[in-house]
């Protein structure tokens, strides 16, 4: 009942731009924090960064200076810009949010999870 589907994958050379979109929808009552976290081959997920529904944000080391998280609430949408894309970025990034939502039952708080895009960063 509730869904994030993310945006804005692709290839891009190193030292170039992307960003990314999840919009969350479904029966939604409140969203506390949203994020983004990638998964690059053979290896785990990871943060990459978050911020709440107060503007804090919070991001990896490997990103800080070339990462921006940044999120709309009106529209339940988390955007994440990447500059200066290095071949380590490479990975599927998927968005991440804290909420309470609806369900069959009542409502429920939990975590909820895109499905991901890629991004790939090669020259």
Same mark, same amino acid.
Do not use: M
């Given at each position: 009942?509730?869904?994030l589907v993310?945006s804005?994958?692709g290839l891009v050379? $190193?030292?170039?731009?992307l960003r990314?979109?999840?919009a969350?929808?479904g029966? &939604?009552f409140?969203i506390y924090?949203m994020?983004?976290?990638?998964?690059?081959p053979?290896?785990q997920?990871e943060?990459?960064?978050t911020v709440?529904s107060?503007g804090?944000?919070n991001?990896?080391d490997?990103?800080?200076?070339r990462?921006t &998280?940044?999120?709309?609430n009106?529209?339940n949408?988390?955007?994440l810009?990447m500059n200066?894309?290095? $071949?380590?970025?490479t990975g599927?990034?998927?968005c991440?949010?804290?909420?309470?939502?609806?369900t069959?039952s009542?409502?429920?708080?939990?975590d909820?999870?895109?499905?991901?895009?890629?991004?790939?960063?090669?020259?």
């Open positions: 009942q509730v869904q993310e804005g994958g050379q $190193p030292g170039g731009s990314l979109s999840c969350a929808s029966r &939604i409140a924090k994020g983004w976290y990638r998964q690059a053979g290896k997920r943060l990459v960064a709440t107060g804090s944000t991001y990896a490997s990103v800080k200076g990462v &998280i940044s999120r709309d009106a529209k949408t988390v955007y810009q200066s894309l290095k $071949p380590e970025d599927v990034y998927y991440a949010a804290n909420l309470l939502g609806g069959d009542g409502f429920k708080v939990g909820y999870w895109g499905q991901g895009t890629q991004v790939t960063v090669s020259s």
